[in-house]
């Protein structure tokens, strides 16, 4: 069994901060990239922020220089530091694990159950 499980929501001010954190556990061998997704009510899901096994990061433009998302490999965890926050940021987030294998060499993808995200003006 493998699972990811997401901390560091809550509600913050228009231009605070706040820090998400996420912990893949359970039989896994490897993990090659871990990413943030959000979603608004009523829209769709997108991709916040992706970083790979070797380090490469990638964000969507809406939160460039405003997001840093980060991991530690050893513990199997990936973060996001979100500062500036504006109220378009309000959304659930949702942590993925992907490009990975379990500890029986399966593919692996796995997500999260969401932690909510609220800004208020």
């Known amino acids: 069994q493998v699972q990811l499980v997401e901390s560091g929501g809550g509600l913050v001010q228009a231009g605070g901060s706040l820090r998400l954190s996420c912990a893949a556990s359970?039989?896994?061998?490897?993990?090659?990239?871990m990413a943030w997704y959000r979603q608004a009510p009523g829209k769709q899901r997108e991709l916040v922020a992706i970083?790979?096994?070797?380090?490469?990061?990638n964000y969507a433009d809406s939160v460039k220089g405003r997001f840093t998302i980060s991991r530690d490999n050893a513990k199997n965890t990936v973060y996001l530091q979100m500062n500036s926050m504006k109220p378009e940021d309000t959304a659930v987030y949702y942590c993925?694990?992907?490009?990975?294998?379990?500890?029986?060499?399966?593919?692996?993808?796995?997500w999260g159950q969401g932690t909510l995200v609220t800004v208020s003006s």
């Open positions: 993925n694990a992907k490009d990975g294998k379990t500890a029986l060499h399966t593919y692996l993808e796995i």
């Open positions: 359970g039989s896994i061998f490897s993990i090659g990239a």
């Open positions: 970083i790979r096994s070797g380090g490469i990061t």
